[in-house]
């Protein structure tokens, strides 16, 4: 099992016994593996032991600790946010609960309130979408942009792909419109990391960037992200 690093969050999950699942009657195979990885996750334990969400709140918690996103006061949209897990890290390293920050969460799902955490059910790519996100950041820029954002798998490489890279370009599209200068942006790609198109746009508009897969990410699973600092303002955007 993999052990996690230490985080601000207190330490990762631990090993346990492994469980084995038999094909049920009815129940596919595919199905069947994914059920025996859930129950077998240390991660899944232990967010359901913490209250998180999903265990991808591990992911961001395990970037923050290395690259230092978030911090106290900061504004935070978190595009593609339910079920939540993202929201929860994001609003406690922010201090959310103290009155120092603020979350605004993003997605075409509703999902359950967080404390103190605004939540957004809409289509990001509604024309609308970028004045919704304003109106509840008060009129203020944001000071991080993050998205989860993915697509169900086709199974089909190149399909996904562009994909997830179209959900890339348009949460790229809004954090150059309410970022503040040396804001920051975290999104979802795939291996082989964002293509060399989004690639020239973040190095326009960001000082650094960087690809990072943390180890809460599934070895098999094809994600990583892709991180970019230091925004460089609209202007360099346009």
């Known amino acids: 099992m993999v052990r996690p690093k230490k985080g601000r ?8 016994l492994a469980v084995r699942v038999r094909t049920a009657k009815g129940r596919k195979l595919a199905s069947t593996r994914w059920l025996q990885r859930q129950l077998n996750d240390p991660y899944v334990e232990e967010a359901k032991r913490r209250g998180y969400r999903s265990r991808a709140a591990f992911k961001l918690a395990e970037i923050d600790d290395k690259h230092r996103l978030l911090r106290p006061g900061m504004t935070v949209v978190d595009l593609g946010a339910a079920p939540g897990g993202w929201s929860q890290i994001a ?7 103290a009155g120092q920050g603020r979350v605004v969460a993003v997605d075409l799902a509703a999902m359950e309130p967080i404390s103190g955490v605004v939540e957004l059910t809409l289509d990001l790519t509604d024309p609308e979408a970028s004045d919704s996100i304003g ?16 697509t169900p798998a086709t199974g089909h490489k190149s399909t996904d792909h562009l994909r997830i890279m179209g959900l890339a370009e348009a949460a790229l599209d809004l ?8 804001g920051t942006f975290l999104c979802k790609v795939l291996q082989g990391g964002a293509s060399r198109e989004l690639v020239a746009r973040l190095n326009r508009s960001f000082a650094k960037v960087r690809h990072v897969k943390p180890k809460a990410s599934r070895a098999e699973s094809a994600e990583m992200y892709v991180v970019a600092t230091g925004f460089r303002g609209v202007e360099s955007a346009a």
Do not use: C, F, T
Not at 91 to 97: L, N
Not at 175 to 181: H, N, T, V
């Open 9 to 16: 969050d207190g330490s990762g999950p631990g090993r346990k």
């Open 135 to 150: 109106d509840a950041l008060g009129g203020e820029k944001a000071d991080v942009v993050l998205s989860d954002m993915h």
């Open 91 to 97: 609003a406690q390293r922010v201090g959310v609960m």
């Open 175 to 182: 954090a150059e419109d309410i970022l503040a200068p040396g």
